[in-house]
């Protein structure tokens, strides 16, 4: 349940810090006080959409955090999304969830104090909270929305997911099958054309990506400077070997005259002679090496030329099919493939229609197997939709859910329609075209009581869904409410004081203005100012002796 809700310059809201109790909690107060921003708050929270207008006027930011401890069934559910998330596990049961939203329109999120996506806490948030609220009564009429209740009340989600499943392998198919199908058979003949040229071009040049790469680079560059690096090489090995002077000859004449030094008695004149001696011998070979491979340095024009045209083609490929050559090498592959798809497309086509079919009479069997198990649990939910109603005050109200067949679709095989007769004598007709507000208010009430035992939510948060009801259904609203209570946490908005005395705890919500500013506060009741809050609910300001007793009347009820 959600323990504690901290809210800070939210809409009219300064500062609140709610901590909700098990059960039923009621919240109250005079229209326009500000009751919607915890909604908001709780929404923000679950990764709803957030709207700057929403911070308060002349606040940089607003905050809101709260502490939600969960039951193991639940804590199970959200530990995989907080592991793929990158969050810290929650410690001792408890999630910490916060959200910022600035002035400027930026946020942040975060979950057990690191930071989050909005995706994730809009993840986390479909684990744990319910909302519902007076538009919310139309997506009752929506046949998506009914389908969906049918299936939560007949534990179809595996059924639902293996259909699913091959619907997907099904769509996967058709939609290649169209891909090759499509089109005009010169669309098709302008595209094998284009990719016979690619092909053919690609091959013909053969790109290499050791010998295309650094490598030719190098080799054009240097024999884009062959005439210079001929000159300065050759002067190199004149001036080690070949031109007078050079350091060959005079390194011999040093020897010499070390040599004479030593037989003179010179000790010194010895080791130089160990440390020249080999220089000779290096020199030598150096000079050779750069002979060697000056004589492999192809300085001509036509080299150059090739060179050049390699380049340029190798520039070209790339600047067509890819980055690199192993870009270059990938898009060959791709094109080829596609290439021999299109050229022997008949033939592939006949293979894929025929996967189509396997995978056409797989989606009919697993929807079949769906069909079998709506079929049994709508006269299940019909019947306990009914007795709930019964004691919603609709007791000749007649209720039922169509379960009929049709070709396959992203849901299954199935469309489902909620039937209706509010009174005794006229025919069921469909929901949508005949139910009162009230009506509907009430159908969604016992449904989602209905429901509540076969959903693992824990948090349902109803926003006056006892709008259009009243009197002694007002109570029976109240006790449902109390009674949902029994397993999950309830937050519920209302107007009733017949609901709001069902609660198991109460918050009112208070407006008051201080100078030229809005103030909106949030405070729990009991003992007698929470008779003094029925009593305003049941009789506005003038709060009469027979007001207060009728509000005490109602808590002694409860």
């Given at each position: 349940?959600?323990?504690?809700?901290?809210?800070?310059?939210?809409?009219?809201?300064?500062?609140?810090?709610?901590?909700?109790?098990?059960?039923l909690?009621?919240?109250?107060?005079?229209?326009?006080?500000?009751?919607?921003?915890?909604l908001?708050?709780?929404?923000?929270?679950?990764?709803?959409?957030?709207?700057?207008?929403?911070?308060r006027?002349g606040a940089?930011?607003?905050?809101?955090?709260?502490r939600?401890?969960?039951?193991?069934?639940?804590?199970?559910?959200?530990?995989?999304?907080?592991?793929?998330?990158?969050?810290?596990?929650?410690?001792?049961?408890?999630?910490?969830?916060?959200?910022?939203?600035?002035a400027?329109?930026s946020?942040?999120?975060?979950v057990n104090?690191?930071?989050?996506?909005?995706?994730?806490?809009?993840?986390?948030?479909?684990?744990?909270?319910d909302?519902?609220?007076?538009?919310?009564?139309?997506?009752?009429?929506?046949?998506?929305?009914?389908?969906?209740?049918?299936d939560?009340?007949?534990?179809?989600?595996?059924?639902?997911?293996?259909?699913?499943?091959?619907?997907?392998?099904?769509?996967?198919?058709?939609?290649?099958a169209?891909?090759?199908r499509?089109g005009?058979?010169?669309?098709?003949a302008?595209?094998?054309?284009?990719l016979?040229?690619?092909?053919r071009e690609?091959?013909e040049?053969?790109?290499?990506?050791?010998?295309?790469?650094?490598?030719?680079?190098?080799?054009?560059?240097?024999?884009?400077?062959?005439?210079?690096?001929?000159e300065?090489g050759?002067?190199?090995?004149?001036?080690?070997?070949?031109?007078?002077g050079?350091?060959?000859?005079?390194v011999?004449?040093?020897?010499r005259?070390?040599?004479?030094?030593?037989?003179l008695?010179?000790?010194d004149?010895?080791?130089?002679?160990?440390?020249?001696?080999?220089?000779?011998?290096?020199?030598?070979?150096?000079?050779?090496?750069?002979?060697?491979t000056?004589s492999?340095?192809?300085?001509?024009?036509?080299?150059?030329?090739?060179?050049?045209?390699?380049?340029?083609?190798?520039?070209?490929?790339?600047?067509?099919?890819?980055?690199?050559?192993?870009?270059?090498?990938?898009?060959?592959?791709?094109?080829?493939?596609?290439l021999?798809e299109l050229?022997?497309r008949?033939?592939?086509?006949?293979?894929i229609?025929?996967?189509?079919?396997?995978?056409d009479?797989?989606?009919?069997?697993?929807?079949r197997t769906?069909?079998d198990?709506?079929r049994?649990?709508?006269g299940?939910?019909?019947?306990?939709?009914v007795k709930?109603?019964?004691?919603?005050?609709?007791?000749k109200?007649?209720?039922?859910?169509?379960?009929?067949?049709?070709?396959?679709?992203?849901?299954?095989l199935?469309?489902v329609?909620?039937g209706?007769?509010p009174?005794?004598?006229?025919?069921?007709?469909p929901?949508r075209?005949?139910a009162?507000?009230g009506?509907?208010?009430?159908?969604?009430?016992?449904l989602?009581?209905?429901?509540?035992?076969h959903?693992?939510i824990?948090?349902?948060?109803?926003?006056?869904?006892?709008a259009?009801?009243?009197?002694?259904?007002?109570?029976?609203?109240?006790?449902?409410?109390?009674?949902?209570?029994?397993?999950?946490q309830?937050?519920?908005?209302?107007?009733?004081?017949?609901?709001?005395?069902?609660?198991?705890?109460?918050f009112?919500?208070?407006?008051?203005i201080?100078?030229d500013?809005?103030?909106?506060?949030?405070?729990?009741?009991?003992?007698?100012?929470?008779?003094?809050?029925?009593?305003?609910?049941?009789?506005?300001?003038k709060?009469?002796?027979?007001?207060?007793?009728?509000?005490?009347?109602?808590?002694a009820?409860?």
């Amino acid at each position: 349940m959600i323990e504690e809700l901290s809210v800070r310059d939210l809409a009219v809201v300064e500062k609140a810090d709610i901590a909700f109790g098990p059960g039923l909690n009621a919240v109250t107060g005079e229209t326009g006080a500000g009751k919607s921003v915890l909604l908001s708050a709780i929404g923000l929270l679950a990764g709803l959409r957030a709207d700057r207008s929403e911070v308060r006027a002349g606040a940089a930011q607003a905050d809101v955090r709260a502490r939600i401890s969960l039951p193991p069934a639940t804590l199970a559910a959200v530990a995989p999304l907080l592991e793929e998330a990158g969050l810290d596990p929650c410690e001792d049961g408890a999630l910490l969830l916060r959200r910022t939203l600035s002035a400027n329109g930026s946020g942040r999120c975060f979950v057990n104090g690191g930071p989050a996506t909005v995706q994730a806490l809009r993840r986390i948030g479909e684990r744990l909270v319910d909302f519902h609220g007076p538009h919310d009564n139309q997506s009752l009429l929506d046949p998506a929305f009914q389908l969906d209740a049918l299936d939560s009340f007949g534990a179809c989600a595996a059924a639902r997911a293996a259909y699913a499943e091959r619907w997907s392998a099904l769509r996967a198919l058709q939609v290649r099958a169209e891909a090759l199908r499509g089109g005009d058979e010169g669309a098709i003949a302008r595209e094998i054309d284009l990719l016979r040229y690619q092909v053919r071009e690609i091959e013909e040049a053969a790109p290499d990506p050791e010998s295309d790469g650094d490598a030719l680079r190098d080799e054009y560059t240097a024999a884009t400077n062959a005439a210079r690096i001929l000159e300065l090489g050759s002067g190199a090995c004149a001036a080690l070997t070949d031109a007078d002077g050079n350091a060959v000859d005079a390194v011999a004449a040093a020897v010499r005259a070390l040599e004479e030094m030593r037989d003179l008695g010179s000790r010194d004149a010895a080791a130089w002679l160990d440390e020249l001696a080999p220089l000779s011998a290096r020199l030598s070979d150096l000079s050779r090496d750069v002979s060697s491979t000056l004589s492999r340095l192809d300085a001509s024009p036509e080299r150059l030329a090739e060179l050049e045209a390699r380049m340029s083609l190798v520039e070209s490929l790339r600047h067509k099919y890819g980055r690199t050559i192993p870009d270059v090498l990938a898009f060959l592959e791709r094109a080829k493939a596609r290439l021999a798809e299109l050229e022997g497309r008949g033939e592939l086509l006949a293979s894929i229609d025929a996967d189509v079919a396997k995978a056409d009479a797989a989606v009919r069997a697993a929807g079949r197997t769906l069909s079998d198990k709506r079929r049994k649990a709508a006269g299940a939910l019909a019947k306990a939709v009914v007795k709930e109603l019964a004691d919603l005050g609709l007791a000749k109200a007649g209720f039922e859910v169509r379960v009929e067949p049709g070709e396959p679709r992203e849901s299954g095989l199935d469309a489902v329609d909620f039937g209706f007769a509010p009174n005794p004598g006229e025919p069921m007709r469909p929901l949508r075209q005949i139910a009162s507000s009230g009506e509907i208010s009430r159908v969604m009430l016992a449904l989602k009581t209905v429901l509540a035992a076969h959903d693992r939510i824990p948090v349902l948060v109803f926003d006056e869904i006892d709008a259009n009801v009243g009197g002694e259904i007002a109570r029976v609203v109240g006790r449902k409410l109390a009674a949902l209570g029994k397993t999950r946490q309830i937050l519920c908005i209302t107007h009733l004081p017949q609901v709001a005395s069902c609660a198991d705890s109460h918050f009112v919500v208070r407006k008051e203005i201080r100078g030229d500013r809005t103030y909106t506060s949030i405070s729990p009741v009991d003992g007698e100012a929470r008779v003094d809050e029925l009593a305003r609910m049941l009789g506005g300001e003038k709060l009469t002796s027979v007001v207060r007793r009728h509000a005490a009347e109602l808590l002694a009820r409860r």
